[in-house]
């Protein structure tokens, strides 16, 4: 039984970890969909920051959740590339859509996501077509988040509709202290 034991322990002493090499046509929609993600957390902290600075505070913090999860979700595409011993684009952005007014606001962000599900729908595609289940689970994870964050646009533009503009503006402020 030791000499057994000891075999094992030598087999995985020496086993050399083999380099996991990537997909390469995956690994460059890793790195798009990488600057889609830097692209709109650079555009969620200005809108986020315009936001504060006109006084619509929950709009600020929802906004800024949003920049938030785009940042884990550009962490886990740079981790996923590194992994396949890709080089993560880092220096890539996507033109910034900034807005005047907080419905252009809105509407520049969720535009964004629009796009950003439908690249990520056709990520998981090539990541099943090339039998890559981790790379299909993370982009899935992602994607729900985004979908998410069209749902939440889509909120937004539904009560700017329902209850006007003013009153929609209204409601992203802080109540005064009493």
């Not at 957390?41 to 800024?64: D, P």
Request: net charge negative; charged share 30%.
């Amino acid at each position: 039984m030791s000499n057994l034991l000891d075999q094992k322990s030598l087999i995985k002493l020496t086993k050399k970890r083999l380099p996991m090499k990537g997909n390469k046509d995956l690994i460059t929609v890793l790195n798009s969909l990488l600057a889609d993600e830097l692209t709109v957390i650079n555009q969620y902290m200005v809108h986020s920051e315009m936001c504060e600075n006109w006084g619509y505070s929950k709009l600020h913090m929802a906004i800024r959740k949003q920049a938030m999860d785009e940042m884990h979700h550009a962490e886990w595409l740079i981790e996923r590339i590194i992994f396949f011993e890709g080089a993560p684009t880092v220096s890539k952005l996507n033109p910034i859509k900034i807005g005047k007014t907080v419905s252009e606001i809105i509407n520049n962000d969720n535009d964004d996501e629009l796009e950003t599900v439908h690249a990520y729908n056709e990520g998981i595609k090539l990541a099943l077509e090339v039998k890559d289940q981790g790379s299909v689970d993370l982009l899935t994870k992602i994607l729900k988040m985004e979908e998410d964050h069209v749902d939440w646009a889509e909120m937004q533009r539904a009560q700017i509709d329902q209850m006007g503009m003013e009153n929609y503006l209204v409601n992203q402020t802080e109540s005064p202290i009493k």
